[in-house]
T-cell receptor
Framework: GEDVEQSLFLSVREGDSSVINCTYTDSSSTYLYWYKQEPGAGLQLLTYIFSNMDMKQDQRLTVLLNKKDKHLSLRIADTQTGDSAIYFCAETDTSNSGYALNFGKGTSLLVTP | DGGITQSPKYLFRKEGQNVTLSCEQNLNHDAMYWYRQDPGQGLRLIYYSQIVNDFQKGDIAEGYSVSREKKESFPLTVTSAQKNPTAFYLC?????????????FGPGTRLTVT
């Protein structure tokens, strides 16, 4: 399938902002998603953005999409220790009948006090 | 409460045995998916089903089988033909007529084969 790339690790101090980046190669991507996974758990949908948008804000989360560069970012404001988790970027192409998600390998976010 | 359940949370099997992982959803979603997650890896698609009595292979279907006899249920069988079955297995579901097609995930089953 098409590639979704993320940096593997990010460490920030509590109260700072975190920015997690993602690049993708499928120019037909229709929706892009951010999921959070805590240890031993399933994935929790954080937010998503439609490909014709360039920004979406939801409380402490801001998603920026640069469709020209195929670059997606997730900014978490006022990062807390409870935000420590693995964050996955994913995309889907709705012209694909399966609507299956194509995931990056995940970014481990560590928030230190 | 609506959601997706997977059971059991931990499963241990001997090599050469088939094992079936359960996935049930009460979200009234048409589509269901199985993913496999290995340490340091993203999720890889095993099988998906868009409607009852129909399913398609994903990227890594070899050694796995599924059925979709009911809308709510999408069990995954890990057969003895799967060469490296130890992994974390995640089930998900989604609407097919929605706005954003987001998938909702179950808590996962960790399978260990020795």
């Amino acid at each position: 399938g098409e590639d979704v790339e993320q940096s593997l690790f990010l460490s920030v101090r509590e109260g700072d902002s975190s920015v997690i980046n993602c690049t993708y190669t499928d120019s037909s991507s229709t929706y892009l998603y951010w999921y959070k996974q805590e240890p031993g758990a399933g994935l929790q949908l954080l937010t998503y953005i439609f490909s014709n948008m360039d920004m979406k804000q939801d409380q402490r989360l801001t998603v920026l999409l640069n469709k020209k560069d195929k670059h997606l970012s997730l900014r978490i404001a006022d990062t807390q220790t409870g935000d420590s988790a693995i964050y996955f970027c994913a995309e889907t192409d709705t012209s694909n009948s399966g609507y299956a998600l194509n995931f990056g390998k995940g970014t481990s976010l560590l928030v230190t006090p | 409460d609506g959601g997706i359940t997977q059971s059991p949370k931990y499963l241990f099997r001997k090599e050469g045995q088939n094992v079936t992982l359960s996935c049930e959803q009460n979200l009234n979603h048409d589509a269901m998916y199985w993913y496999r997650q290995d340490p340091g890896q993203g999720l890889r698609l095993i099988y998906y089903s868009q409607i009852v009595n129909d399913f398609q292979k994903g990227d890594i279907a070899e050694g796995y089988s599924v059925s979709r006899e009911k809308k709510e249920s999408f069990p995954l069988t890990v057969t003895s033909a799967q060469k490296n079955p130890t992994a974390f297995y995640l089930c998900a579901s989604s609407r097919r007529d929605g706005i954003s097609y987001e998938q909702y995930f179950g808590p996962g089953t960790r399978l260990t084969v020795t």
